[in-house]
């Protein structure tokens, strides 16, 4: 199976405006903005991905007669890493209203070096057998904690499919998806080319956790 990457701001749209503020350093400064933002984007991409889950015709009745609508057979799992993770997520389970929820915490490792490990804490989901699962996360810098993530999931799960969705991704982020995770569908809203030492996407918005929920000590 082809890996499948859907790139947002390649077609304008009312998206752009919620990038657009999400990166802008003054806009920034109202965390419940940046969250909105997030969460706006959320359901965009959710409603991308719903195009490709299995569809049923079912008979709903009107006060005035009977429709015939096509309804989704199936509502995904929707999982994040903690904490940056979170208003992206709720923008999600906004419109897969009746979808499971997972939850991943997982941390950077600093050495001296400035090098960095990727350490998976715990992983609370429901149970994955045969479902879609959708890992959202607001950056998609290295790809390093998402892989390392989805890998022990599918060591676990047989998946019906796997999608990961980031508000913003790195293209070398995108390559260690692809070279780890080939079934996987990728889903931005925007890519960016460059990545600091310290793996912070450039140009890119910042420190997301932060600047949504305040800075860590």
């Not at 749209?13 to 419940?32: C, G, H, M, T």
């Not at 897969?96 to 989901?125: L, Y």
């Not at 889903?187 to 140009?203: F, G, L, N, Q, R």
Request: a neutral charge.
């Amino acid at each position: 199976m082809p890996i499948h990457t859907f790139i947002l701001n390649k077609t304008n749209s009312i998206a752009n405006q919620f990038l657009a503020e999400l990166r802008d350093v003054n806009v920034q400064q109202d965390k419940y903005r940046f969250r909105k933002n997030q969460e706006r984007l959320g359901e965009i991409l959710a409603y991308e991905i719903s195009k490709t889950l299995i569809y049923e015709t079912t008979d709903v009745q009107t006060p005035l007669g009977s429709a015939s609508v096509n309804l989704a057979t199936e509502q995904p799992v929707v999982a994040t890493i903690l904490r940056a993770g979170l208003p992206f997520h709720q923008g999600f389970i906004n419109f897969f209203d009746r979808a499971d929820s997972a939850f991943v915490t997982a941390c950077r490792k600093v050495k001296k070096s400035g090098a960095f490990t990727i350490q998976v804490d715990h992983i609370s989901n429901p149970g994955l057998e045969g479902r879609t699962l959708i890992m959202c996360d607001t950056m998609l810098a290295t790809g390093h904690s998402i892989v390392m993530v989805c890998k022990e999931i599918l060591a676990q799960y047989n998946l019906k499919a796997l999608h990961i969705a980031a508000v913003i991704a790195s293209t070398e982020g995108i390559a260690h998806v692809r070279a780890n995770l080939p079934k996987v569908q990728l889903w931005a809203c925007a890519v960016d080319d460059e990545m600091t030492s310290k793996a912070y996407i450039v140009p890119g918005l910042g420190d997301a956790g932060d600047l949504a929920f305040g800075e860590k000590v």
